[in-house]
């Protein structure tokens, strides 16, 4: 089992910053693809950004590009979500996740197809 930590959410002023973390244990860490999604109250779970197991490949959601950045140290077992120029409808509860890397980069945008998740870190961006 792979064993996924996030930290690094809080309450922030709109147009603020802050960086999530996701510390990951128990199986080799670069054998994933990495994800991290969100979760609004009373909305369904969506996709923010993923990155490649190399950190080679990287995508995100419309509502986050140029405004996030994903990254990864697979030395530290963790992968980052850089948050700038926040807004208040990114309030939500993020989620990372894990996809083994045995599948395309192709599917990392794809909820359904990750085989590990954390218990979430929530984010209040307040106007």
């Known amino acids: 089992q792979l064993q996924l930590v996030e930290s690094g959410g809080g309450l922030v002023q709109s147009g603020g910053s802050l960086r999530l973390s996701c510390s990951a244990s128990g199986r080799t860490f670069s054998s994933y693809h990495m994800g991290w999604f969100r979760q609004a109250p009373g909305q369904e779970r969506e996709f923010v950004a993923a990155?490649?197991?190399?950190?080679?490949?990287?995508v995100y959601a419309d509502s986050v590009k140029g405004r996030f950045t994903i990254s990864r140290d697979n030395a530290k077992n963790t992968v980052y979500l850089q948050m700038n120029s926040l807004k208040p409808e990114d309030t939500a509860v993020y989620y990372c996740?894990?996809?083994?890397?045995?599948?395309?980069?192709?599917?990392?945008?794809?909820?359904?197809?990750?085989?590990?998740w954390g218990q979430g870190t929530q984010v209040t961006v307040s106007t």
């Open positions: 990155i490649g197991w190399s950190g080679g490949y990287t």
């Open positions: 996740a894990a996809v083994d890397r045995g599948h395309t980069v192709a599917v990392v945008t794809t909820e359904r197809r990750y085989d590990y």
